[in-house]
């Protein structure tokens, strides 16, 4: 089970920024009124720690597996503002992952691109998410290759997804090259690749709007792999 307490990133007075640790969830899983065991999570150890037990807190979610930077209101009008920034895709957010394999771009930009694929539901295979052009949403993302590792092959990449589909960066990563991805599964990934002793990917870096301030608040996170 991940540590407690929460890791506080950054303390304001409506918002505190956590860093999530991969194998916690960020709300209560379904079906946790009758289970305890399903409810923890960041959310509820937020409402714990900072006696928000009616307001609401999250304006946005990580995976379970992935870890790294979430930002949650401690007031309603804090969870207005932050909410409607994240609707909007007014913030800034990146992630630093490692895949497991060689990444290569387009031969004319080989460090660098954009993925462009649409993302539907698997229903035979939930919650696995597909390619689906007929059906699915818009999903983009933009990537960077960071550094190439050898024996065996593996590629750190910053990814800055444009839209937030449900495991939009690791079916990008594994879709193949000749599909429009990136060819290299995320290293752990064990809905789209290969178990691993954890997920390799982390929000390392989020920006947003102060609630109170009007100013724009940067907060980065080094990735723990």
Known sequence: MPPSPLSIHHLALDFVVIDKPAGLRSVPARGWQDDPALADSVETRVRET?????NPVTVHRLDRDTSGLMVLALTRKAHRALSRQFMHRKVGKSYAALLDGEAVGDPTSPDEGKVELPLHVDWPNRPLQCVNHQHGRPATTLWRITERLTSP???RVSFRPETGRTHQLRVHAATPRALGGLGCPILGDDLYGSPAERLCLHADTLAFWEPHTGQWA???SPAPF
């Open 218 to 220: 940067k907060f980065t």
């Open 50 to 54: 900072f006696d928000r037990p009616n």
């Open 153 to 155: 092959a593996r590629t």
